[in-house]
């Protein structure tokens, strides 16, 4: 029982933070589905029904696995549910007893706004009933998904994941599907979500496709674990051949199909994909932990701005920097990427004594030093200080340019593509599965004969080319830099883009760039909340999935031998709270 | 020629960088003494202004880094958002502060509502740092090193911006009382009254939280949970609970110090505890991080270098506003402590285990 109220309180807690930090209440009108089904309301469902969910879960009790029955899992989610929205409830009612605009003083989101959603319009205890009759149903719908086998609950959740996105995503899918001229109108309100017709095509859609990918599942499964490893297979056949033509096709088309708004955001998310890619080497494959990943970011947006003729803002009208060059980009890049890579071998060497924690405040103070340098009065004369710089080449080739953003969009494709090759390439090769060998046992692989020194050396080399050509084509982008650009946070950015993508995995790490850069961009109320969603986003997958949304094939068989042997040793000691439902399972 | 052969040359490297810096020091301070005052010099009074301020600086880092070092002494991992457990003490006395100084309560019993105030930065702080061990940390307790840290940078963020979204993103001023405007004249010299405040707090703190770790029986557990946690929990020590008063501990100190520093500088924002917490971070490290004594030192001598050095050493060469650069000072400190003595200043050099 008491298991039941905490999960409840932390519910409500949950649900009350929401509230407060104001995220509630800026999505009232983001609707999903129909009118009725807003971001709002998710919010306010969502932590009940998780808490619901994790008290109906399989127990280990006295070393025995239990798994709940029909009713106690209903009402158990229930419960805690209710629980959950009775915290809120009672919150919201004493908000208004109150005063909300006293507690406004403090908390600047707290208006009559919010509590006219918490209360659903109603008097606050009717609507506080509500909200504990909604909680206890989304906690008991919670705990009944454990009841439904695999077979049902994974097209059941595949359905609301599929609705759910293509709600979210209301501002790209209406605009391409106006570019093919098809009607969208079934499916999605004038700027609103899908409608309910559209919702139950896409959901039976998703079932469908569910079922089937059930069905060949264990064909596909076999095949991905024979080639995933990424080594050695020189042939293709056919029907992966067919099916990259297909992602081609598609990758070119997109800025046509979604105009100039989606490939701006998009072009944003390709220069974080590269810094991504970059960083993924560094700490995914190599294993060295770098926070000052912005220099290169820096480095390379700057050392662009030079050699193609940028000029400074300064008091004096427009100055050429005092060093200077008009070169062609095209030639400029390899340039850049040589420097960076010297750029990498230098702040690499002084530091590669240093393991783990340590290593990772080093590049922290590098990388902010970096951004302190840039802004400084002292380097002002070459990159321009607090002002920045200007007239940054725009890669033009003939009179193309490519500073519109659909222009753009094929140029940071074509980077992206070549930087994710060359990852993919150096993972598989005699280097990848050195950087692989050291991160998992350095004393080992040295002994195995393996040079960790020039190795680690290479990777912060590699490492920081790539993330230069994120900088360069930032630069292509804006065409102005200033220090704001370069605030250590970016370093921060970039890591959990890699982490919750999953290190060391690539497809991850575009997943990654396209959740935590496109979705802000095309959500623009959520860019307020953008960095309180990397905070969370580090810690929870840190906490509950640490390897990553879309893991490394051989990382993640890696961790998973890491907890077997975990779980073998939580199991004797007694002061740990051992993970019981994975234990039980093996 | 073969003796250098045999040197690495990563050795080679770091002497010649060492070298090298030893030079430009040397260099940039002779140059800085030679100049008469008024003409990129300093007088003999403005050097002694900039030791007070770091002494009075460095009491405030020292303090912060108390927080780091109990928690790396214990579980071997930097607890990163220690910065923002400060911001968050800080913070939630500021709304208690503004509201006394708005009644007049503040200037008519100053030292009852520092207290107060006080109590409930430490509250918050407290529970702040509490909760962050609970969720955030020890789900990860066995995992490898460097995952409690990225949940660690991950938690920072996140409570940041929470406060962000809380509060706004504005900076609020931090009311003084007016006992603590105005300065001390000690020995002709003009000491601000906060400045002397913070010393005697965190020197107060310092050595309570000394006595404490080395007379208490909880303080003997935590020696003993820090020494090797799996013998301590077979002698009977409740290894969870020790870890929580630690942090406890921590958050503590951070509340004080966060009301000290908002103190000092006279405002709140959600991003104040950012550069600090890497600042104490640093001090630590200097003075060789997990021990108590090493925290204080570093965190003297960290305010010192900012205060001293960027004038010292920069202004020699010419550089224009030399404390433009008093960030960069610190992180180039921390580079160079790790690179060329990862044990800091009373360490031995922590070698890592097999």
Partial sequence: ?586 | MSRLERLPWRRIILIVLSLALLTLVIVGSVATLSKPAGQGGYSGKTWVGFIVDGIAQGAIIALIALGYTLVYGILRMINFAHGEVMMAGAFASFFFLDAYAASGFLNRHPITVLLIVTFVAVIVSMSVAVLLERIAYRPLRNAPRLVPLITAIGASLFLSNAFRGFFGPQARGYPKPDVLTGSFDIGGLDIPKVRVLVFVVAIVCMLSLQLFVARTKTGRSMRAVAQDREIASLMGIDVNRVIMITFAIGGLLAGVAGVLFAETFEQVRFDMGFRPGIAAFTAAVLGGIGSIGGAALGGFALGLLQSIGPALLLSGFGIPSPFSLKDAFTFLVLVLVLVFRPGGLLGTGEQEKV
């Fill in chain 1, 1 to 586: 029982m008491g298991r039941l109220v905490r999960a409840g309180l932390a519910a409500g807690a949950v649900t009350i933070f929401l509230a407060l930090v104001g995220l509630i209440e800026r999505f009232k009108d983001l609707e999903l589905v129909g009118s009725q089904i807003t971001l709002s309301l998710l919010f306010l469902v969502l932590p009940p029904f998780v808490a619901g969910y994790v008290v109906g879960r399989p127990r280990v009790e006295r070393g025995e696995r239990r798994e709940v029955t029909r009713n106690e899992a209903l009402t158990w989610g229930a419960i805690a549910g209710a629980v959950s929205g009775a915290l809120v409830g009672a919150a919201t009612v004493f908000a208004d007893a109150f005063g909300i605009d006293r507690i406004r003083a403090v908390f600047i989101q707290a208006t009559s706004g919010l509590i006219e959603i918490l209360t659903f319009g109603l008097t606050p205890v009717v609507g506080a009933l509500v909200l504990v009759a909604l909680s206890a149903v989304a906690g008991a719908l919670g705990g009944g998904l454990h009841l439904l086998p695999a077979r049902i609950r994974r097209p059941v959740v595949s359905a609301v994941t599929a609705v759910l996105l293509l709600g979210f995503l209301q501002r790209i899918v209406p605009v391409a599907l106006a570019e093919l001229n098809l009607a969208d109108e079934w499916l999605y309100f004038h700027a609103g979500g899908l409608t309910w017709f559209g919702a139950a095509v896409v959901a039976a859609a998703a079932v469908g496709i569910s079922i089937l990918r059930d069905r060949q599942g264990s064909q596909i499964r076999a095949r991905l674990s024979f080639g995933g490893n990424g080594s050695g297979r020189e042939g293709m056949d056919l029907g992966r051949l067919i099916a990259l033509a297909v992602i081609v096709a598609l990758l070119l088309a997109i800025p046509q199909l979604l105009g100039t708004v989606i490939s701006d955001v998009l072009g944003s998310v390709m220069v974080f994909i590269l810094l991504g890619l970059g960083l993924n080497i560094v700490v995914g494959y190599a294993g060295l932990l770098d926070l000052g990943y912005v220099a290169f970011f820096a480095f390379g947006a700057y050392t662009t701005g030079i050699l193609t003729g940028g000029n400074l803002n300064s008091f004096q009208g427009i100055t050429k920097p005092v060093v200077s060059a008009d070169l062609n980009f095209y030639l400029a890049i390899p340039v850049v990427v040589v420097l960076a890579a010297l750029v990498g071998v230098l702040i690499g060497a002084p530091v590669l004594r240093l393991r783990g924690d340590y290593l990772a405040l080093v590049t922290l103070g590098l990388g902010e030093m970096v951004t302190v340098l840039v802004a400084s009065p002292w380097l002002t004369p070459l990159v321009g200080g607090p002002s920045g710089m200007r007239d940054v080449s725009d890669a033009a080739i003939g009179n193309i340019s490519f500073r519109d953003p659909k222009s753009f969009y094929y140029l940071a494709l074509a980077f992206v593509l070549l930087a994710l090759f060359v990852s993919r390439r150096l993972y598989g090769s005699r280097i990848g599965r050195a950087w692989t060998a050291m991160r998992e046992d350095e004393q080992t692989a040295d002994a195995m004969g393996i040079s960790t020194t020039s190795y680690k050396l290479l990777a912060f080399a590699m490492g920081g080319a790539i993330g230069s050509l994120g900088g360069a084509l930032f630069a292509v982008k804006i065409g102005s830099l200033t220090p704001a650009s370069f605030e250590v946070l970016v370093s921060i950015q970039v890591l959990g883009i890699v982490i919750l993508g999953g290190l060391g995995s690539l497809p991850g790490v575009v997943v990654g760039a396209l959740v935590l850069v496109g979705l802000p961009g095309v959500l623009r109320e959520f860019e307020e909340y953008r960095l309180l969603a990397y905070g969370a986003a580090l810690v929870a997958v840190m906490v509950l999935r640490p390897q990553g949304l879309v893991p490394n094939v051989r990382r993640s068989r890696e961790l998973q031998e890491e907890e077997v042997a975990q779980d073998a040793w939580a199991a004797g000691s007694p002061d740990e709270e051992a993970p019981a439902v994975e234990t039980a399972a093996t």
